[in-house]
């Protein structure tokens, strides 16, 4: 490391570590705007995208020694992953749990000092106001449990349908077709934000559920924020051209004069923000490639959020509340770590009249659902806060899933792009697609194989 580099690390505050060194000794590589203004700026990798894949990803790249910069399109790190402040608390309006046994990310939190708490199993059944008897759980599971093995059957026998097509047909009138209804809800709609007749059966069986799940009580979004809080990061940076120039590619980010030229990118922006052009590649992407980002939609999924003085639904600290299916399907975090805070998530068409009328439209749906499952009167809810994923240009939807006939396509995110780009994001999982964890893993395979590529030691 040159000098500047530790001069740079020990003007950190506290004590000479090897994480505050390698940050110190990126630092010093890029020196901040003002040289990113005046002429290029050379790294040996770029991560695009400030996610839990981008900061999972610059997190390995930072621990080889190899000079680097996240590059954050908006003003924070996080992503989909947001914690905000609304109705007088901390709010996750986006991903809000993890897998308890996610074992990378509980790690870097636990060496971080965030703190994570375990929840119970699964969502709570209820039907009109009350949790519903052991024989509807038997029914719910049994229809859930068939529904995935006629999907993977499918999928086995070679026969990437939509989804819909392969469900089990409730019998008129059974006492289990109100819940193999609530089975479809939580594999499309909530899943996922997208219908099962818009879902490819091959790509809906290779992905796996979580086994329980955990959550932060300072809330997902902020844990992440904090698990990047000391990477050399540029925020409020869009990359909107990158540029193939053999050895290194050139980025150019949006109000800078200056290029970076990096040995390799790693780009860890959301699959729509790539299929709608938003950062231009000169070449173009492939077609096979640019194909499969068309044939991977983003679904809709949005949260809202409010408060319950009084617990009157009866609740437990993080109780989930899944309803029998009715008008308004609904997914409910209820005493979000045991304060007043509910946050619904809604899926698809609900969802998607959430992202473009906002409050109004979230508001008149919590009611509504609230009416519906828990018989509450509308003006116990009369504030919330919602997200808007699917209008955010940064975003563009929840999470990007295969059209029937089209599961196949996700593999190819897996290929690096003119040698020296390595995607990274949810949707390049092909078992953890759409989740937080899968994330994670892929911008921590993207680096591997980054590193691969710069070999052993720094340049
Ligand atoms: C409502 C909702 C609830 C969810 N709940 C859960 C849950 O409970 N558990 C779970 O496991 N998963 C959940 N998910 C999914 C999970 O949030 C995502 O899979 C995960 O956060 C995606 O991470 P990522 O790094 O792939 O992308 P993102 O988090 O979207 O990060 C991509 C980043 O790229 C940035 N960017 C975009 N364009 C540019 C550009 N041109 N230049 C630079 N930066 C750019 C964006 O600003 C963003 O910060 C949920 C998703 C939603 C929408």
């Known amino acids: 490391m040159s000098e500047r580099a530790i001069r740079a690390a020990r003007a950190l505050p506290g004590p000479l570590s090897r994480r505050r060194f390698l940050a110190g000794a990126s630092a010093a590589l890029l020196a901040g705007p003002a040289l990113a203004q005046s002429g290029a700026t050379d790294v040996d990798v770029a991560i695009v995208g400030g996610g839990a894949a981008g900061i999972a990803a610059a997190r390995r790249i930072a621990g080889s020694g190899h000079s680097y910069v996240l590059l954050e399109a908006g003003p924070r790190l996080g992503g989909r992953a947001r914690t905000v402040e609304a109705l007088g608390m901390e709010v996750d309006l986006g991903c809000g749990l993890l897998p308890r046994d996610f074992h990378p990310l509980l790690a870097a939190a636990d060496a971080a000092g965030v703190a994570v708490t375990d929840l119970s199993n699964g969502p709570r059944l209820y039907v009109e106001g009350r949790e519903a008897k052991e024989s509807d759980y038997d029914h719910f599971l049994a229809a859930l449990g068939q529904a995935r093995r006629d999907i993977r059957a499918a999928a086995d026998a070679g026969k990437d349908v939509a989804v819909a097509t392969v ?21 499309g709609p909530l899943g996922c934000g997208r219908g099962l007749n818009t879902l490819s059966t091959l790509d809906l069986a290779l992905r796996t559920p979580p086994a329980g799940n955990a959550t932060s009580p300072v809330g997902v979004g902020a844990m992440l924020q904090t698990l990047g809080a000391w990477l050399n990061l540029q925020t409020d940076a869009p990359v909107t051209q990158i540029t193939h120039g053999g050895r290194v590619h050139a980025l150019r980010v949006e109000g800078q004069r200056g290029l970076i030229r990096a040995r390799a990118i790693i780009l860890a922006v959301p699959a729509p923000v790539i299929a709608a052009g938003a950062i231009k590649f000169n070449p173009a992407l ?64 609900p969802a998607r009249e959430i992202a473009a009328k906002g409050k109004e439209a979230g508001l008149r749906l919590a009611r509504a659902f609230l009416g519906e499952a828990f018989a509450l009167a509308p003006e116990t809810v009369t504030e919330v806060a919602c997200s808007a994923w699917t209008a955010d240009p940064l975003i563009r939807g929840a999470m990007a899933a295969a059209r029937p006939g089209k599961g196949a396509q996700r593999r190819l995110f897996e290929d690096p792009v003119q040698t020296r780009i390595f995607l990274a994001g949810e949707y390049t999982s092909t078992d953890s697609w759409g989740s937080l964890a899968g994330a994670w893993e892929s911008g921590e395979v993207a680096a591997a194989k980054a590193l691969a590529l710069l070999g052993d030691g720094p340049s």
């Open 286 to 349: 492939p077609r096979r490639l640019a194909q499969a980002f068309d044939d991977c939609p983003a679904g809709a999924l949005e949260q809202v959020a409010f408060l319950l003085p009084g617990n009157p639904l009866r609740l437990e600290a993080d109780e989930r509340i899944l309803p029998r299916a009715g008008k308004v399907p609904a997914l409910l975090r209820g005493r979000v770590n045991g304060t007043d805070l509910h946050i619904l998530t809604f899926g698809d068409g």
């Open 167 to 187: 469900m089990p047909k409730p019998e008129p009138g059974s006492r289990s077709g109100p819940w193999e209804a609530t089975a479809a809800d939580m594999l």
